[in-house]
């Protein structure tokens, strides 16, 4: 792992809270306030991962964007094809996780935010399939931009295609 300079370090810090407060003033605006914690458990995983790991396999941007989206869709379809919330939760973490492999986007978080789904309670649970879109996909995107904006501090580009 390369070692970031006190100019990185001070960008992806500042880049990692700036982002974190904007997704949770988003999903406190679309979710009740007593399940917004929920939702930003994985958010706030996968700032750590953008943010303090940017080269990492798990951190770019298909992987964290795309392993948010799959395991939601798999949380939803969880949550509503299992009355057992347990049995639910506990299916869903590794079918997320095959299926974040089959399309290449393994990002660890992405369990989290398959389990948010399915235990989110009635304002979660209320969203469907949309919760694929609110909040997950817009965090995920909040996160992704201020993590690049943070990037331009670097030496290096760490959301390079590969």
Not at 21 to 35: D, G, R
Not at 78 to 92: F, H
Not at 101 to 109: E, G, Q, T
Request: glycine letters at 6%; aromatic letters at 8%.
């Amino acid at each position: 792992m390369e070692e970031m300079s006190l100019k990185e370090q001070l960008a992806t810090v500042v880049g990692a809270f700036v982002a974190t407060i904007v997704a949770s003033f988003f999903s406190l605006m679309i979710l009740e306030a007593e399940h917004t914690p929920m939702i930003l458990a994985s958010t706030g995983a996968s700032a750590m991962l953008i943010f303090a790991l940017p080269h990492a396999k798990v951190s770019q941007p298909w992987n964290l964007v795309g392993g948010h989206l799959v395991s939601a869709f798999v949380g939803v379809s969880c949550c509503i094809l299992i009355s057992n919330d347990v049995l639910a939760s506990s299916i869903a973490i590794p079918v997320a996780m095959i299926a974040m492999h089959v399309m290449r986007c393994l990002h660890p978080p992405g369990g989290a935010t398959a389990v948010t789904a399915v235990i989110g309670g009635p304002a979660v649970e209320s969203l469907g399939y949309a919760f694929l879109i609110i909040p997950v996909f817009f965090n995920s995107i909040i996160l992704l931009s201020f993590a690049m904006a943070a990037g331009t501090f670097r030496d290096d580009n760490p959301f390079e295609v590969r």
